[in-house]
């Protein structure tokens, strides 16, 4: 009770929340808090535990064990009420194919007990925002999946709800898809919708997120800004080498020598450096010869290798 | 003790909001039944077939066909009405069955595992508790109209004379598609794949019209079928909208309303149970 004083505008809170299925524990003790008004993202491989944390969110999977409080209240005792101020997006798609794309939105209002007057009038702003007007008679399944996909966020929007929750919203989109919907989500959020995302694409946290935690193995590993992650976890340039016909046979001690710190990849090094080109010489010098090499900038990629010691798409 | 004093009311006012939070709402399953309305309203075509016209091609068929067939001997089976007249409540009852059971299969199993969208209707304001509620009261409606089809048409024909007996016979099909489509909706909530349905639908839906005194008295039978059948809700939906409709006497009619009524209660209480598990991992 005495902690709501400090952060008055979490609208989540979860502490030491956990979550075992048998044997197997898919959320491990975690904390965190997502502030009124904020993108808050989920980052982690497949299997981190990104989606079960969502769903204890969405009070559709009691915990087992430790504090959840969405506005303040607990989803075990409150869910229907917490769920009817939840937008909640799927990873995978669950609209109904014999409606129609406007009858998928005017179904689901009724669910959040709004009139029909008023889902009908919201129904058309939202088909509107995300362009779906002229599809607004048409069957769902001939959509496209960016379509489909808009039209399952608009549906979960139809209650104006104060948090959107979407799970690895854009898998399986194509890049203009996905850069249309990172639009959509902005605009959104400029309108003052809080939201939370799970993703395991890095690119898309740090365009969206405002704050972050990552996720692995079924616990937080770090927290913050995706700047803050980049500037407290990763160097400022990375140099990545590549060595086709593997990376074992290299000595330690060279790899050592080139930056502030590196990871042994399968087939390439990557060196964390203050600067790039400088680096690439050293490790000239030092006598390896790999295949190729670039210089780039650090990314959240580059946090997640370093905490966990294996890239994303491993 | 001031400790547990005061933790105590706490501890009983939460198990109180849990069991709320997993208990069907008075009223908002109603918006299920709107939303299963609304997809009616778009393929009902389809399903005319199936759910209207068919009991009344088989009525026609063995009605008359087997009627001829049957001949003067119907009187010493079915106490002297016609054999149409015999078989046609019993047909209304074996319907409600049929189209019951098909509506708690393949479209439960579709929005539980296929297009998914219960999986996004659990997570509004409703719970797994006000779906099932709302997809069985759905399933009930739809067949009560079915019925109420029917009944117009053996009333409008003269196979049924008595209105109130129409009324009996809807009434009875109401409770037979409640005590057939809560129970499969159980078992469809828990499948994966539609490939149980098949088993189900041959080996025990199809066989039980002609174990349950449709064509023919269940006395006619052996006498382990005879129990075999009656511990079935169709046999009761059978021997009730057969009664009603020939105002015979009926003896333990209320036996015959409990057991349907008890099949509904317990299959929607199970149907709830196995949703809400495959729903909230």
Redesign the interface.
């Known amino acids: 009770m005495t902690d709501s004083a400090s952060t008055p505008t979490a609208l989540i809170r979860a502490r030491g929340l956990t979550k075992a299925?048998g044997e197997r524990t898919a959320v491990a003790g975690i904390d965190f808090e997502v502030r009124d008004g904020e993108f808050f993202g989920f980052l982690g491989p497949n299997g981190a535990g990104k989606t079960t944390t969502m769903?204890m969110i969405?009070?559709?999977?009691?915990r087992t064990s430790g504090t959840l409080e969405i506005f303040g209240k607990d989803p075990?005792?409150?869910?229907?009420?917490i769920?009817?101020q939840?937008g909640?997006v799927?990873q995978?798609?669950?609209?109904?194919?014999?409606?129609?794309v406007r009858?998928n939105l005017?179904?689901?209002g009724?669910?959040?007990?709004m009139d029909r007057p008023s889902i009908a009038t919201r129904a058309d702003e939202l088909l509107e925002l995300f362009q779906l007007s002229d599809r607004a008679k048409d069957q769902v399944e001939p959509l496209s999946g960016g379509m489909k996909r808009r039209l399952s966020i608009a549906?979960s929007l139809i209650a104006n709800p104060r948090i959107l929750m979407l799970d690895e919203p854009t898998t399986g989109l194509d890049p203009q898809a996905r850069h249309l919907l990172w639009d959509a989500l902005q605009r959104l959020k400029r309108g003052g919708t809080t939201i939370v995302l799970t993703t395991h694409y890095m690119d898309e946290a740090e365009q969206l997120c405002d704050r972050l935690v990552v996720m692995d193995q079924a616990k937080i590993v770090a927290e913050g800004s995706p700047r803050q992650l980049i500037v407290e976890h990763a160097s400022r340039e990375v140099l990545e080498l590549r060595f086709p016909n593997g990376t074992e046979s290299i000595d330690t001690k060279v790899l050592e020598g080139i930056g502030d710190r590196y990871e042994r990849l399968a087939e390439r090094v990557i060196v964390g450096c203050e600067n790039g080109e400088a680096a690439h010489a050293r490790a000239l010098e030092h006598g390896l010869d790999p295949e190729s090499w670039l210089v780039r900038r650090s990314s959240l990629e580059d946090v997640f290798l370093r905490l966990t010691g294996r890239s994303l798409d491993e | 003790m001031t400790a547990t004093s005061s933790v105590a009311p706490n501890r009983t006012r939460s198990r109180l909001a849990a069991i709320r939070e997993a208990a069907p709402h008075p009223t908002r399953w109603r918006h299920v039944v709107g939303y299963m309305l609304a997809v009616y309203r778009r393929e009902w075509q389809g399903s005319v077939f199936s759910g209207f016209i068919e009991p009344l091609v088989v009525l026609a068929g063995l009605g008359i066909g087997l009627g001829v067939l049957v001949g003067d001997k119907a009187a010493e089976i079915t106490g002297g009405v016609s054999y149409v007249a015999y078989i046609a409540p019993a047909l209304m009852a074996s319907s409600a069955m049929n189209l019951a059971t098909s509506e708690a299969a393949w479209p439960i199993l579709a929005r539980v595992a296929w297009v998914r969208i219960y999986h996004a209707i659990v997570a509004t304001p409703l719970n797994a508790a006000d779906v099932m509620v709302g997809a069985i009261a759905f399933i009930v409606g739809k067949v009560a109209f079915a019925a109420a089809f029917f009944a117009g048409v053996l009333l409008v024909t003269g196979i049924a004379t008595s209105p109130t007996g129409a009324l009996g016979m809807i009434a009875v099909s109401v409770l037979t598609a409640f005590a057939f489509g809560a129970p499969m909706a159980a078992f469809s909530v828990t499948q994966k794949s539609d490939q149980g349905f098949a088993f189900l639908f041959r080996l025990i839906i199809t066989p039980l019209t002609f174990f349950s005194g449709t064509y023919f008295p269940i006395e006619n039978l052996p006498f382990a079928a005879q129990v075999l059948s009656w511990c079935t809700p169709l046999a009761h939906g059978v021997a009730l909208s057969r009664a009603l409709a020939l105002g015979t006497p009926v003896t333990y009619i209320w036996l015959h309303v409990v057991a349907l009524l008890a099949w509904g209660i317990v299959g929607t209480i199970v149907a709830i149970y196995l949703f809400r598990k495959r729903m909230l991992k």
């Open positions: 299925f769903r969405a009070g559709v999977s009691p075990d005792l409150h869910g229907s009420e769920r009817g939840i909640v799927h995978q798609e669950t609209l109904d194919m014999e409606l129609t009858e005017l179904v689901f009724r669910f959040f007990g549906r």
